[in-house]
């Protein structure tokens, strides 16, 4: 199946995840000693940053116009959305520092080659981290799913304060709403 439009999605049509609770063990945890390159050309290691820190995990963006990883993927809870929850995410980055956070990232198993293409091609104002050696994920036993022989990063955002997880959004759906929740979650939640 070609990706003719990323963005515009009806969410009704989308089959939801459903909270397996693969994200149970992770507040309180810290986060490991994990370097991970970034979209911005650093290298970024989360346990090391003071502050409040926003990361938010999804499966893979899809490049328009091209081939889909599997016919099925909209079909697979949770696959469908990850350049809506990125674009969100892009559009409230002002109003998430704005709120407490230091700093926002992006985090997918994908390349960082292709990251830093989906990064330029949607004007990210954030880093997108790629974990694809799945160091972290590992680490930190993420919930992942498989498709297509790729381990994948099931959605989720991560509040992280000076190196230890606070709070976790896990399922995320819709998508496009992760940002805005994060948001409100961060106003409740003044540092």
């Known amino acids: 199946m070609v990706q003719s439009n990323l963005l515009e999605v009806d969410w009704s049509k989308i089959p939801a995840p459903s909270d397996d609770g693969g994200a149970a063990h992770l507040v309180g945890r810290r986060i490991p000693d994990v370097s991970l390159v970034a979209t911005d050309d650093t290298t970024v290691t989360l346990s090391a940053l003071a502050g409040r820190v926003v990361v938010f995990a999804y499966p893979r963006t899809?490049?328009?116009?091209?081939?889909?990883?599997?016919?099925?993927?909209?079909?697979?809870?949770?696959?469908?959305?990850?350049?809506?929850?990125?674009?969100?995410?892009?559009d409230l980055c002002a109003e998430l520092k704005a709120a407490g956070a230091k700093h926002v990232f992006g985090l997918s198993t994908q390349s960082n080659v292709y990251q830093t293409e989906m990064a330029s091609r949607l004007h990210l104002p954030f880093p997108v981290l790629s974990d694809e050696k799945l160091a972290l994920t590992r680490a930190l036993n993420l919930p992942t799913m498989q498709v297509a022989g790729l381990t994948l990063i099931q959605r989720l955002a991560l509040i992280v304060d000076s190196g230890r997880i606070s709070h976790v959004f896990y399922p995320v759906f819709p998508p496009d709403r992760n940002a805005g929740d994060v948001l409100a979650w961060l106003k409740q939640n003044p540092v």
Not at 62 to 87: N, Y
Request: aromatic letters at 6%.
């Open 62 to 90: 899809g490049e328009p116009g091209k081939i889909s990883l599997v016919d099925d993927w909209d079909m697979i809870p949770g696959a469908r959305g990850c350049t809506p929850q990125t674009c969100s995410f892009r």
